[in-house]
């Protein structure tokens, strides 16, 4: 990976020849045009690129990703883990501590050699195509990601702001359930709170509430919370006022980290964070949430300091828990999300329906 140049995909455009890195969210109201990676954690990378122009995504190469074989997939909660974590948030709420709370696990396998994250992004815009689909690749700083994510976070157009949260998920329409409507409303009414830190008092409306979109095994309720952002505020306010989403935390959102905190053994990495653009020349830029999202990790090796590891291969689901979940069904959504693009990333471009995954051992550790 690290002899690939640099680039970024987003909207039908490629940007290449890397000018600068920052970790300042004020440079995205600078000029040029950025690409933005901000994990859950909080590490922000915001990287400049000189030549941004229209370009299909590359033709999907099976042969150009060698992705990990199905079962060498681990998980950081097995379903047993899952399922106990699920009735420790219902305590959590039970005891007043939240309202929802979401609760993810990372996923992981070791890649056969060196990966080029683009070449995945291929494949996944050819059997997964998505609305906020992209990649992000920085060699010399640890970025390789590549999303599918249907989730907008947030657009800016000038001084307006959107966001799109998604709560509710099903194979089909026929299967939400009411819980789904009412965690919707629940996180909708949460990100009005964070937009209303930093838009004009009264600004902030909801354009549209609980809608159903469609995407590839899948359905999602779908909402859209809009605002204009208040004299003197821009990215670094808008960021430091909503992130991390709170479609990917819960209600309220401090006891929501909290408790994700407590029960998730990983980090979450680009997922559950935000990966998009910004073009500051143009007042504009689209940021989606990190979820249906690849990342390449790359560490030291057991035998000394130096020594590269094997390339591991991550990706996040999860699913929001409220006091009417029920256990099985919050880790049955949990392998939908995940079916179809582990899939795609494991066998070159298969994308499985939902029939439950196999894993390996158990991932360990945080």
Known sequence: MHDLPPLARFGGLLATGLRDVTDDPAALDSTGWWAVVHTYEGRLVCARFADVRPAPSPPADPGRWRGPAPGEWTSSLDRDAYVAGVERVRAHIAAGDVYQANLCRVL???????????????????????????????????????????????????????????????????????????????????????????????????????HIEHHPGLVHLVSAVRGELAPGAGWAELLAG????????GAPKSGALRVIDDLEPVERGPYCGAVGWVDADRGAGELAVGIRTFWIDTGVGAGGEGERARPVLRFGTGAGITWDSDPAGEWAETELKAARLVGVASTGGQPREFEGIRYGADLAGR
């Open 242 to 249: 909503t992130f991390p989403p709170g479609s990917v935390t």
């Open 108 to 210: 992981s396998a070791p890649l056969p050699g060196p990966a080029d994250i683009d070449a995945l992004t291929a494949l996944l815009a050819a059997r997964n195509p998505a609305p906020f689909a992209g990649t992000v690749r920085l060699p010399a700083h640890g970025v390789a990601v590549a999303t599918a994510s249907p989730e907008l976070f947030l657009r800016r157009r000038g001084r307006t702001v959107e966001s799109g949260p998604i709560k509710g998920t099903a194979p089909t329409p026929e299967l939400m359930l009411p819980k789904d409507r009412a965690e919707n409303v629940m996180i909708v009414d949460l990100v009005r709170n964070d937009l209303g830190r930093v838009c004009a008092p009264g600004t902030v409306t909801v354009p549209r509430l609980c």
